[in-house]
C-alpha cells in the first residue's frame, strides 16, 4: 500500500511539472504583452475643465497648458446632444418653427460669431442629411424633443483646444434619430479628418444605429481609430460594438459625477480606483474628472494638483504617462494546443484523483484511459466552444477542490504548501489557455468563476459524507432531525457562499472601512491578499487541524473543511481575472499565504487559550 502511495505521488509530481512547463509556455505570450503595455493616460472632459477654468478666473488655454504640464494626456470631447445646445453650449442654438400640415419643428442654425461657421455649417448639414449648398439655418421636420439627446455638431472648441495644447482626443459621437443612423459615423470620418480623433466611445444610452452598429465599426477599422471600452458600461449596443472591432479596442475607466455624489466617493478614493484600475485590471485610459460643480470649495487648482499626484503615483507603479499603445492590434493572442493540453490535463487529474478518493479503482490502465480523455478534450477545446466552456466551468472547480482535499490530508497542517502550490500550478494552467484577445479585453466572461463558488463546498462535502471524515454518512445525516448548532453554521456557510457570489464580479458596494482597509493593504503589500483567503480559507484550515488533533468539535469541524474550500477557490478565481497582470496575481497569493496563515495562527491561539478554557468552565466535556 506504501508503494502504491508512493507510485501514485511521483505520478503526480511529474505530472504537474509538466503542466506548469505547458502553462508556463501558453503564458509567454501574455507576459510579454503586459511587460510592453506600460503606458497610461489621464484624461479629462474638456467641459469639465472649461466651466472649472471660467469659475477661477482662467482662460481654457491657459487651463488646458497647465493640466498638460502636470501629466494630462488627452481631452475628452463629445459632440453636443439638442440639450446641450439648447442650455447654451456650443456655437448652436435651436427654437421651434412650424412646418408644413401645422406640425412643429426645428431650426437649428450656427451662432452668427463664431469663428468656425462656414465648417460647422457644413457639418450640421452633413449630420442630419441635408444635401443643399446654403450655409444658413436647418429647419428640421421634428420637434425639439426628439432631438434632445440626438447629436447636433461636435463640440469644436474642445477639439480647438486639444489640438492648440498637442493633447490627444477622446471623441464621443452622439446617437441620431433613427432615420439618420449612418450620419454619426459620417461626420466622425470628417472630424478625424481635420482634428485626427485617437479614441472614440459612442455617448448616451444606446450606440448609434442599434441594432446595427456597423457603421460606426467600420470607420474604426477603415480608419484605425480604436475604440474606448468603458469599464462596467451598460450602454445598449456596446458589446455588439466591440465584438465588431476587436482587437482595436482600449479599456477606460471612469467615474460619473452622479456617482461620486450619490455614493459620497472623495477625491482620495477617486484617485485610488484609477490607480488600482491601471494596477489590477490593465486599464491604460483613466478619465479623470473634477469634483461635481456643486462642490463651492473645488478649484482648478486643486484638480491640477489632484491630476499631478495621480501623474506621480501611476509612476511609483512603473508606468509611463504616455498614450497607450494597442498591443492586442499588433498581436492577438489565440489558444493553442500546448496551453490546451495544460488545462485538460488539469481537469482530467482532479476528476481522476477525486473518483479515486470517493472508492474509485486505480491501475495503470483507469491512467491510460484518463490520459487519453485528457488529450481528445484539449483538441475538442480549440474546435468546439461548447467544449472550451464547458471545460473551463468544470476545470476551476475542481482544481479548487483537489487542492482544498490535499491540504486537508494530514491534520497537522503538513500539506499547505504542497496545496497551495498544486492550486497555483492549477490556476496557470487555466490562464495559459484563456489568456486570449477576448478575454484579456473582458469582451467575453469566464463560465466558471461563480461555479467555483458552488461546486468545490458540494464535492467536499459529499467526500466527507462517503468517507466517514464527517462522524455520519449521508444517509444518517439525512435521516435524524437537525441540531440547532448546525442549522447556525450551516446557514452562516449558505450566506458566506451567497455573499462571495455576489461579491465575485467587479462591484463597488463595498463599506467606507473596508474600502480603506483594500487601501491600506495595497499600500503596504503592493498586491492586496483577497478577503477570503486571510480571512476565512487559511485560518479555517489551521483551526481544523487544531480541533482535528485534539478531538474537539467533532460533529461541527465540518464547517471549517467548508471554509477552506472557500478559500481555495478564491485562489483558483484569481487567476480566472485574465486582465490582470500575472505577476500581480502571483504575488497576491503569496500574501494571501502568508498573511492567511499568520491570521490562522492567531485564530488558533484564541481558540486553544481563550475559547476552550472559557467552554470547559462551562461544560466538563468538549465533545
Not at 18 to 45: K, Q, W
Not at 256 to 262: D, F, K, R, V
Not at 417 to 429: D, N, R
Request: proline share 4%; hydrophobic share 45%; charged share 20%.
Amino acid at each position: 500500500m506504501a508503494d502504491k502511495k508512493i507510485t501514485r505521488n511521483i505520478f503526480t509530481v511529474m505530472l504537474l511539472v509538466l503542466t506548469l512547463i505547458f502553462s508556463c509556455y501558453g503564458l509567454y505570450p501574455r507576459m510579454r504583452l503586459e511587460a510592453l503595455n506600460r503606458n497610461v493616460a489621464i484624461l479629462a472632459d474638456y467641459r469639465e475643465i472649461a466651466a472649472l477654468a471660467k469659475n477661477s478666473g482662467l482662460e481654457v488655454d491657459e487651463a488646458v497648458s497647465v493640466l498638460t504640464k502636470n501629466g494630462l494626456t488627452g481631452l475628452m470631447v463629445s459632440e453636443l446632444t439638442g440639450d446641450s445646445v439648447t442650455h447654451g453650449v456650443g456655437h448652436a442654438e435651436m427654437k421651434a418653427a412650424g412646418v408644413d400640415g401645422g406640425a412643429e419643428g426645428t431650426i437649428i442654425s450656427i451662432k452668427p460669431f463664431s469663428e468656425h461657421r462656414e465648417l460647422l455649417n457644413e457639418w450640421l448639414r452633413l449630420r442630419f442629411g441635408i444635401s443643399d449648398d446654403r450655409r444658413g439655418p436647418v429647419l428640421l421636420t421634428m420637434p425639439a424633443n426628439m432631438i434632445k439627446n440626438s447629436g447636433i455638431i461636435p463640440d469644436i472648441d474642445g477639439l480647438e483646444a486639444a489640438k492648440k495644447a498637442g493633447l490627444k482626443i477622446y471623441y464621443r459621437p452622439a446617437p441620431s434619430p433613427g432615420h439618420l443612423s449612418d450620419k454619426a459615423a459620417l461626420l466622425l470620418r470628417k472630424v478625424h479628418e481635420k482634428y485626427g480623433v485617437d479614441v472614440f466611445t459612442p455617448s448616451g444610452e444606446y450606440v448609434s444605429g442599434y441594432p446595427d452598429v456597423s457603421a460606426l465599426a467600420d470607420v474604426s477599422r477603415e480608419l484605425g481609430i480604436p475604440v474606448a471600452k468603458v469599464e462596467f458600461s451598460r450602454q445598449v449596443g456596446e458589446p455588439q460594438l466591440n465584438d465588431l472591432v476587436s482587437p482595436n479596442i482600449l479599456e477606460l475607466h471612469s467615474v460619473t459625477n452622479e456617482e461620486m455624489t450619490s455614493r459620497r466617493i472623495s477625491r482620495s478614493a477617486l484617485r485610488d480606483r484609477m490607480i488600482r484600475a491601471a494596477v489590477e485590471r490593465s486599464v491604460r485610459l483613466l478619465l479623470y474628472r473634477t469634483a461635481p460643480m456643486n462642490t463651492a470649495d473645488f478649484r482648478f487648482a486643486d484638480y491640477a494638483s489632484e491630476i499631478k499626484l495621480l501623474g506621480e503615483s501611476l509612476k511609483k507603479h512603473g508606468f509611463n504617462l504616455s498614450w497607450p499603445e494597442n498591443v492586442y492590434a499588433h498581436e492577438d493572442l489565440r489558444p493553442n494546443i500546448i496551453s490546451a493540453l495544460a488545462m485538460s490535463a488539469m481537469l482530467v487529474f482532479c476528476v481522476w484523483s477525486y473518483l479515486v478518493r470517493m472508492g474509485m479503482r486505480d491501475s495503470v490502465k483507469v491512467r491510460v484511459i484518463f490520459g487519453i480523455a485528457g488529450v481528445i478534450t484539449a483538441v475538442l477545446m480549440l474546435k468546439i466552444s461548447a467544449v472550451t466552456r464547458t471545460a473551463g466551468a468544470l476545470t476551476a472547480p475542481m482544481i479548487a477542490a483537489e487542492a482544498s482535499l490535499l491540504a486537508m490530508d494530514s491534520a497537522k497542517n503538513r500539506r499547505i504548501i504542497p496545496a497551495f502550490m498544486f492550486v497555483v500550478i492549477g490556476g496557470l494552467a487555466l490562464a495559459s489557455f484563456f489568456s486570449v484577445t477576448a478575454f484579456m479585453l473582458r469582451l467575453r466572461t469566464f463560465s466558471g468563476v461563480k461555479l467555483t463558488l458552488v461546486l468545490p463546498p458540494v464535492l467536499v462535502l459529499l467526500h466527507d459524507l462517503k468517507r466517514r471524515i464527517h462522524p455520519e454518512s449521508l444517509i444518517e445525516f439525512m435521516s435524524r432531525p437537525p441540531l440547532w448548532g448546525e442549522i447556525m453554521l450551516y446557514g452562516a456557510l449558505l450566506g458566506a457562499i451567497g455573499f462571495a457570489i455576489f461579491r465575485s464580479d467587479n462591484v463597488s458596494d463595498i463599506s467606507g472601512i473596508e474600502s480603506a482597509m483594500r487601501v491600506s493593504l495595497e499600500h503596504l503589500l503592493i498586491a492586496r491578499p483577497r478577503t477570503r483567503e486571510v480571512l476565512v480559507g487559511y485560518p479555517s484550515l489551521l483551526l481544523w487541524g487544531y480541533l482535528v488533533r485534539n478531538g474537539y468539535f467533532e460533529r461541527y469541524r465540518e464547517i471549517f473543511r467548508i471554509g477552506t474550500v472557500l478559500g481555495f477557490s478564491s485562489v483558483v478565481n484569481s487567476f480566472c481575472h485574465f486582465h490582470t497582470p500575472m505577476t500581480l496575481i502571483l504575488l497576491r497569493e503569496f500574501n494571501g499565504l502568508w498573511t492567511g496563515v499568520l491570521t490562522g495562527l492567531a485564530v488558533v491561539m484564541v481558540m486553544k487559550f481563550v475559547v476552550i478554557p472559557v467552554l470547559r468552565l462551562i461544560r466538563p466535556v468538549i465533545s
